[in-house]
């Protein structure tokens, strides 16, 4: 069966400092991989998603890049974070149709 | 981006009560999906929709895929404590990228036992 995993689970880091967010999946091959973050409360916001090793699609102008160097792997990204790219960050996966599949996230602070 | 009115945005209810809840959209859908979300995890899908008119079924819950390709909703029978959390609607319009879900805002349901 199909699993996908998500590092770390909680993470506090300065403002201006980098960032570096793993998603990786396991039981399938070229899936579909979405990071998605979530402000304080609800809404699901679509930050980046992949059909594809190297073919990254961006939702929204941010201070976040995406990378996706192996098939079952996604990154997520940043140079210099700000207060404002606190949130919790879902990684998903889907076959080439069909529901998302989530991780258990990663919960951001920035200080 | 696009976004599917979802209501309520919360609920509170007696443990034992039904719950029911639900999706639109102005335009036509060919998927729909319900999630739930606990505090601190990721969604998790309850239903997949994938005919209109279509009614399915997962223990206490039930929902349906609309008639006219615009809405869904979820009920939820015999509600327990353990259904608290934040319930999501997703589809997937019929036209355009059929990678990118369009996603409710949630309902928040708290149970009172």
């Known amino acids: 069966s199909q699993t996908i995993h998500q590092w770390p689970a909680t993470l506090v880091q300065p403002v201006g400092s980098p960032l570096s967010l793993e998603c990786t999946v396991e039981g399938t091959s070229n899936p579909n991989l979405y990071w998605y973050r979530q402000a304080a409360g609800r809404g699901l916001q679509l930050l980046f998603y992949s059909v594809g090793i190297g073919q990254i699609s961006s939702e929204v102008p941010q201070n976040l ?13 940043s140079k210099k974070l700000l207060l404002s790219d606190s949130g919790f960050y879902l990684c998903a996966w889907t076959g080439d149709q069909g529901p998302q599949h989530f991780g258990d996230g990663t919960r951001l602070s920035i200080l | 981006g696009q976004q599917l009115n979802q209501s309520p945005q919360s609920m509170f209810i007696q443990e034992g009560e039904d719950v029911s809840m639900n999706c639109t959209s102005s ?32 223990g206490r819950l039930t929902a349906q895929f609309g008639i006219t390709r615009k809405d869904s909703f979820l009920n939820i029978s015999a509600s327990i404590p353990s259904d608290v959390g934040i319930y999501f609607c997703a589809g997937l319009p019929n036209a355009g990228n059929n990678r990118k879900l369009i ?3 949630g309902t928040s349901l708290a149970v009172n036992p």
């Open chain 1, 65 to 77: 890049s995406a990378s996706r160097p192996q098939d079952r792997q996604f990154i997520l990204s």
């Open chain 2, 103 to 105: 996603w409710g805002l």
């Open chain 2, 27 to 58: 335009s036509i859908f060919n998927t729909w999906l319900w999630y739930k979300q606990d505090p601190g995890e990721g969604p998790v899908l309850l239903i997949a929709l994938y005919k209109a008119g279509e009614l399915t079924s997962n």
